[in-house]
């Protein structure tokens, strides 16, 4: 289990082979929490972070930390860490999918050429940061920042090529993506 675990990672950073520089990085979200005690509040922050290289790869990450800025760092850090490779379609994703995690479902679907992300922030950030221009998508349920991000994240990584579903089913892409409206 654990070396399937290694495996998928360094195939996924495989891509990446050294050029973490021409990562885009996104703040989802950032929360200030409050501990109380004996003297009063100790403040700290935890961070949402979506990197990604805009053709194809994306992670994201959760940073916690007593400052705003380091919160911020080691989440992108903890999201480098997530990449995933992720199918294109153009610029669309190549089928529609839904995925839920927690009380938050997320409903992916392709759109046509210069419909845009109709998204909303949290799902936005992360589609862009992968290279996504045409998607449409539905938010149902909470609209937690932290469920949301990681319903997204893995219905991005259900997705698989559309050469890799037709050849499994003996028939052509054509008729595995059909025609996007």
Known sequence: MIEKNRRRKQESLEHFEGDFTE???KLIYINRVAKVIAGGRRFAFNALVAVGDGEGSVGIGLGKAREATEAVRKATDNARKNIIKV???GKTIPFPVRKKFGASEVILRPAAPGTGVIAGGTVRAILEVAGYKDVLTKSLGSHNPHNLSKAVFYA???L???KEIAFRRKK???D??????
Do not use: S
């Not at 595995?176 to 409206?181: A, E, F, M, S, Y």
């Open 23 to 25: 990562l885009t990085e």
């Open 87 to 89: 199918p294109m379609y």
């Open 156 to 158: 991005l990584k259900e």
């Open 160 to 162: 698989e090529e559309p």
């Open 172 to 174: 052509k892409v054509r």
């Open 176 to 181: 595995i993506v059909g025609k996007i409206d």
